[in-house]
């Protein structure tokens, strides 16, 4: 399999020439990710908390649900979002089809439940400790939630990682909702999926590198960011 | 400090959201619904850049199957539909979903297939005998299966060779269900023989021992057609940057700039508007 050093030579040499077309494409990939990845956030991690900590009817069933939801497949939900957002289905007059917030709506359906579930998994173990010292400072419900999102906040970092992992890998619903526009639409996966079916298989392969180059630098980024924000916080 | 990250986090996806705002402020664009063919022959990338340079208009092109396509542009979802299946377009116009249908280029289909060629049909010029003698040999054939416009071609030629490939999928007759480069990476994966159209093979980069095997049988004639979605039918179409763009399209300057478009020095597409169709 020669495609294998072809496909490193193509990396190379694209990330070597700065190729303006996979600049475009690769901040597009990190614009609609990481859009995605803080709109899912802001909904799945109180929501997650809330599910660790609150007592309703229906919990236990809402928590299933959630965790199912983690393994929506992305085709799906690029389905469901092209029908709402046809110019044929209920939301058509938005005309957000084929645009890059189409993507970000189809990957915070996708990422949301991934932060929600695991924040409450993260929540709930750590209220178990906390319960009976918030307890007795006679904290109410909100604020421990906020003080347990709080205090969590580095363990949380792994699930918003995980979720922008998802965002970052998928191909199947921004493919349907963006339409793979070239200068509009088209991020990495899309172009990886698009050079595959040109027969291009080392360019292809080459893009795929890069993608993983980029998941690692950005787990680096985030990770190096905690570390060092933890050790203000004890200094 | 203790936010830092998540300020820098919210701080980078805001700004990330601020740019792609203005990207749909930009009404100057059309959508073009469109086939595989096309655009994986490089096509729309020569083909497009002339017609901005000219009009300043904006070609945002989704490339599809062409079922898909037509079912696209009958959702409203886009302005113009140029696809390969001549009679589902002539529905879609009888239907008031488009304006009229006119005639841009051809190319033909062909069957590749492996060097080892297990159902002797190399060098053949009669697809109906080529399809018997691969229905008999019992040879892996992959079919896109996904309603495009190349996969009604090919249903419609074996049901002309008298054969329904349908009882034997899964055995030789194996149905991908994918577009056609993909369907082409498959075949090849498997020894399969595949029928594309020649502009998507003469582009595609991972022939391995492949080659052409049957060729130049009329009912392989590969008509393009181009449709304005009617205003009618989706009142938010942009008609009128739409119909420049066909009005381009057909003209002597689109014309021209299809037959001049070629891959390692062959001509891809014929440009034939106008022209009574010979097939």
């Excluded at chain 2, 542009?73 to 539909?81: I, S």
């Excluded at chain 2, 008609?239 to 399209?249: E, S």
Aim: some cysteine.
């Amino acid at each position: 399999m020669q495609d294998f050093g072809a496909a490193f030579g193509q990396a190379f040499a694209l990330i070597a020439g700065f190729d303006p077309a996979l600049m475009e494409i690769i901040g597009l990939s990190m614009r609609v990710t990481f859009t995605a990845v803080v709109i899912a956030c802001v909904i799945g991690l109180p929501l997650g908390a809330v599910l660790a900590v609150g007592k309703f009817p229906g919990r236990a069933t809402l928590v299933v649900l959630i965790s199912a939801l983690m393994g929506l497949p992305p085709v799906v939900v690029g389905l469901a979002v092209y029908m709402m957002l046809s110019a044929a289905g209920p939301l058509g007059v938005l005309q957000l089809l084929y645009t890059p917030t189409a993507m970000i709506i189809a990957q915070s359906i996708l990422v949301t439940p991934i932060i929600a579930a695991l924040t409450r998994q993260v929540i709930e173990d750590m209220h178990g400790e906390y319960d009976e010292l918030l307890r007795s400072m006679g904290s109410r419900r909100l604020s421990t939630v906020a003080t347990l999102l709080w205090d969590a906040r580095y363990s949380l970092l792994t699930a918003a990682l995980a979720g922008l992992g998802r965002a970052l890998a998928e191909v199947g619903a921004v493919m349907i909702v963006g339409g793979n526009i070239n200068h509009v639409t088209r991020v990495m996966t899309t172009a990886i999926a698009l050079e595959t079916s040109k027969g291009a298989l080392a360019l292809a392969l080459g893009l795929g590198i890069i993608l993983v180059g980029l998941s690692i630098l950005v787990n680096a980024g985030l990770m190096g960011l905690r570390k060092s924000a933890e050790r203000l916080a004890y200094a | 400090m203790k936010s830092r990250s998540l300020s820098l986090l919210l701080a980078t996806a805001f700004a990330g959201s601020l740019t792609l705002g203005q990207v749909s402020a930009d009404d100057r664009f059309i959508i073009v619904q469109s086939t595989t063919s096309t655009q994986n022959s490089g096509l729309y990338d020569a083909l497009l850049p002339q017609f901005a340079a000219k009009t300043g208009i904006e070609v945002r092109v989704v490339a599809v199957g062409t079922g898909q396509a037509i079912k696209n542009a009958q959702n409203c979802d886009g302005d113009v539909l140029l696809v390969h299946a001549k009679a589902s377009e002539e529905k879609f116009v009888a239907a008031g979903y488009g304006v009229s249908r006119a005639d841009v280029m051809y190319n033909d289909f062909v069957i590749v297939g492996p060097a080892s060629d297990p159902a002797g049909i190399s060098g053949s010029g009669d697809v109906k005998s080529a399809l018997t003698a691969i229905k008999q040999a019992g040879a892996p054939f992959a079919s896109r299966g996904d309603d495009s416009g190349t996969h009604k071609k090919e249903l419609a030629l074996w049901k002309a060779a008298g054969i329904d490939p349908s009882g034997d999928s899964g055995s030789w007759y194996r149905e991908t269900g994918s577009g056609m480069g993909a369907t082409l990476n498959v075949a090849v994966g498997m020894n399969a023989y595949v029928m594309t159209d020649r502009a998507t093979w003469i582009a595609f980069e991972n022939k391995g021992d492949y080659a052409i095997a049957v060729e130049g049988d009329d009912a392989m004639f590969n008509q393009y057609g181009i449709i304005q979605v009617s205003p009618d039918a989706c009142p938010r179409v942009k008609a009128d940057l739409g119909q420049t763009f066909i009005d381009w399209v057909l003209s002597k300057e689109g014309q021209t700039a299809i037959a001049d478009y070629k891959r390692d020095g062959q001509q891809l597409f014929f440009p034939n508007a106008g022209e009574q169709p010979n097939s």
